[in-house]
């Protein structure tokens, strides 16, 4: 790695997020990380030196969230690399998940990268870099049938994501939505996954998605491994990109989406254009 730079990850105990902050310790790194349970992480992380800092810290608790990265400060003296990790996926149709279940999922998937975007700004932005990764979703650019809800969630990362690297890019802060397919971490398990309580017989096609799904743990094409050494490659790029989708199956679904796009605009050009003045 080139330099010794201060990450703040979060959703750290596990999968992503554990594989790169202990790529990160391993590589002389600063890292704070955060958890909903600070001893269960540092546990995982199993590293007792002065580089670590595990936070336990409620995402979707503006005033936590600002006061891990107040801690960060105070501890490191800056945070260079904000990575957005914490996220699950949620499954069911929209009739099949409660209000409740549905707001918690964007508590975490989208409020909590908010509230980290809001507080480590004001630090980026006085030292003019930085650089902000939010972890997205193939899902986040095309997701399949019985996924609506947690496809919302990061969508929603998506669109902010694009937004805020054009806001920032004045600053010489650099933004990057990451997008992986499927990889061999603990999201499809049942310590992770929200799946509905609530099925409705009607909807098969959904039901067929989600055994698909099912089966597809533990065999995930991802090395979780190998994502880390690629997000920290990306930061040591002089120019990263706004986008980078991980896996070969994240890459392909992202190239069909552009092209069902592309055919769909086509087709109805002119009904498109006949709305102008
Ligand atoms: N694996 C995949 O196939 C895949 C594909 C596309 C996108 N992603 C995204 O990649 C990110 C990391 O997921 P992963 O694959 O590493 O899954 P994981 O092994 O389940 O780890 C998810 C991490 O997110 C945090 N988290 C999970 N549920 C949470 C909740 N209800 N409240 C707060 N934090 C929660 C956990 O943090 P603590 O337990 O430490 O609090 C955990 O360390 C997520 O944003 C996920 O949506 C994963």
Do not use: C
Not at 25 to 52: E, H, K, P
Not at 140 to 155: C, F, R
Not at 224 to 251: C, F, H, R, W
């Amino acid at each position: 790695m080139d330099n010794k730079k201060t990450w703040f990850v979060t959703g750290a105990s596990k999968g992503l997020g554990l594989s790169l902050v202990k790529q990160l310790l391993a590589a002389g790194q600063s890292v704070a990380a955060t958890s909903r349970n600070a001893a269960a992480l540092a546990a995982a992380v199993g590293n007792d030196n002065s580089n670590f800092l595990p936070l336990e810290v409620d995402l979707s608790d503006d005033r936590s969230v600002a006061s891990a990265i107040q801690s960060t400060v105070d501890k490191f003296g800056q945070i260079d690399v904000a990575v957005n990790n914490a996220g699950y996926g949620i499954g069911g149709s929209i009739e099949e998940l409660s209000d409740a279940v549905t707001r918690t999922s964007f508590d975490i998937n989208v409020f909590g990268t908010l509230n980290v975007i809001r507080h480590v700004l004001p630090f980026m932005r006085q030292k003019r870099s930085g650089h902000i990764i939010n972890i997205s979703s193939i899902a986040g650019i095309t997701a399949n049938t019985g996924w609506s809800v947690y496809a919302a969630t990061k969508y929603a990362i998506t669109g902010l994501t694009d937004v805020l690297a054009q806001d920032v890019k004045e600053f010489g802060i650099h933004v990057t939505l990451v997008a992986p397919g499927a990889f061999r971490t603990s999201f499809l398990t049942a310590e992770s996954l929200v799946m509905t309580d609530t099925p409705i017989a009607d909807y098969t096609a959904i039901r067929n998605s989600h055994a698909k799904y099912a089966g597809m743990d533990g065999e995930q094409a991802g090395d979780p491994e190998k994502a880390a050494a690629t997000m920290i490659q990306l930061v040591n790029m002089p120019e990263p990109p706004v986008y980078l989708l991980l896996g070969s199956d994240a890459y392909q679904r992202g190239l069909n989406k552009m092209e069902q796009l592309t055919a769909a605009f086509k087709a109805t050009e002119s009904l498109t254009k006949s709305t102008d003045y």
